[in-house]
C-alpha cells in the first residue's frame, strides 16, 4: 500500500506533489504497473539493508495529534522534529487522493494540521493559533522527555500577511518560556535547498534553521 501510495500522484491527474489540480498526463501504456513494480521492488531492497542496519533497534510508530501524546508511557531520550512551516504548506490537500485510497480521514487530517495555509491564508487565522499548537505540543513532549535531554527542531521563516517571519525568534520564546535553554542555532537560506523557490524580493530572506534546546 505504501508503494501504491507513494506513486499515486504521478498516474493521476493531479499535477505534483505541492500543487492540487487536475492536469492532463500522457502517461505510457501500463504506466501504474509499471512504475508499481519499480517502486515496490526498490522498496523491498532498501527495507532489507535498513533491516540489517537497525535490527536491534526496535522501533514502534504512532499516528496521532502532536498536542495529545498521553499514551506515551515511555522516557524520551532525545526529540528530532520539524514542524509544519507556517502557512507553507496544505499537506492533508496535497494527499487527499492518497489517503481516500488508503481509507485514511483526510478531513480530520485538516482540521487537526496546524500551520496550513488552508488556516493561515484561506481562513486568516494568525500567528497566534501557530504558537499555541506548537507550545502544546512541546509542552506534552516534555512531560515524558529525560532531565538534560535535547529537542531539536527544523523549522524555516514563514511570510504571513504579507510580512517575513523570522522562525528561529518565535521557537525561541516558545522554548524559553518552557524553561529550555538554546545550545545551537545551524541557519541557512531557504533557497539553496528548495526547488520550488520563487524568487522575490521577500523569500529572498527567507532562512530555514536547526535548533537545539535543552532542557
Ligand atoms: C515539515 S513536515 C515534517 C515532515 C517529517 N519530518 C518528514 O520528514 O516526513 C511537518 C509535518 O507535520 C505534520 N503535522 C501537521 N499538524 C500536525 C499535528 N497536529 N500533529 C502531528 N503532526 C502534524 C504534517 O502532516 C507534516 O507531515
Known amino acids: 500500500m505504501v508503494a501504491f501510495s507513494s506513486i499515486l500522484v504521478k498516474v493521476s491527474n493531479q499535477d505534483s506533489d505541492t500543487r492540487y489540480a487536475a492536469i492532463k498526463k500522457k502517461l505510457p501504456q501500463n504506466a501504474v504497473w509499471s512504475y508499481f513494480?519499480?517502486?515496490?521492488?526498490?522498496?523491498?531492497?532498501r527495507i532489507e539493508s535498513f533491516n540489517a542496519e537497525a535490527s536491534n533497534c526496535p522501533c514502534e510508530v504512532y499516528l496521532s495529534d502532536s498536542r495529545n501524546l498521553d499514551f506515551l508511557k515511555k522516557e524520551i531520550d532525545l526529540v528530532i522534529t520539524?514542524?509544519?512551516?507556517?502557512?507553507?504548506?496544505?499537506?492533508?490537500?496535497?494527499?487527499?487522493?492518497?489517503?481516500?485510497?488508503?481509507?485514511l480521514d483526510y478531513r480530520s487530517a485538516q482540521e487537526k494540521e496546524?500551520?496550513?495555509?488552508n488556516k493561515h491564508s484561506d481562513n486568516h487565522?494568525?500567528?497566534?493559533?501557530?504558537?499555541?499548537?506548537?507550545?502544546?505540543?512541546?509542552s506534552h513532549i516534555s512531560k515524558n522527555l529525560k532531565k538534560n535531554a535535547h529537542f531539536c527542531v527544523i523549522i524555516g521563516d514563514a511570510i504571513l500577511k504579507g510580512?517575513?517571519?523570522?522562525?528561529n525568534a518565535i521557537f525561541d520564546e516558545i522554548f524559553?518560556?518552557?524553561?529550555?535553554?538554546?545550545?545551537?542555532?545551524i541557519r541557512f537560506e531557504?533557497?539553496?535547498?528548495?526547488?520550488?523557490?520563487?524568487?522575490?524580493?521577500?523569500?529572498?530572506?527567507?532562512?530555514?534553521?536547526?535548533?537545539?534546546?535543552?532542557?
Open 37 to 45: 513494480d519499480k517502486k515496490a521492488k526498490d522498496m523491498l531492497k
Open 125 to 138: 487565522e494568525g500567528i497566534e493559533s501557530y504558537v499555541d499548537a506548537v507550545t502544546a505540543s512541546v
Open 176 to 185: 524559553l518560556k518552557q524553561g529550555y535553554t538554546k545550545t545551537r542555532e
Open 114 to 117: 496546524f500551520g496550513s495555509r
Open 190 to 215: 531557504q533557497r539553496k535547498y528548495t526547488r520550488t523557490f520563487t524568487p522575490n524580493i521577500k523569500t529572498k530572506f527567507k532562512e530555514s534553521y536547526i535548533l537545539i534546546y535543552r532542557r
Open 163 to 167: 510580512e517575513i517571519i523570522k522562525m
Open 82 to 103: 520539524s514542524p509544519p512551516y507556517l502557512n507553507s504548506y496544505d499537506y492533508y490537500l496535497y494527499h487527499k487522493h492518497r489517503m481516500l485510497w488508503l481509507g
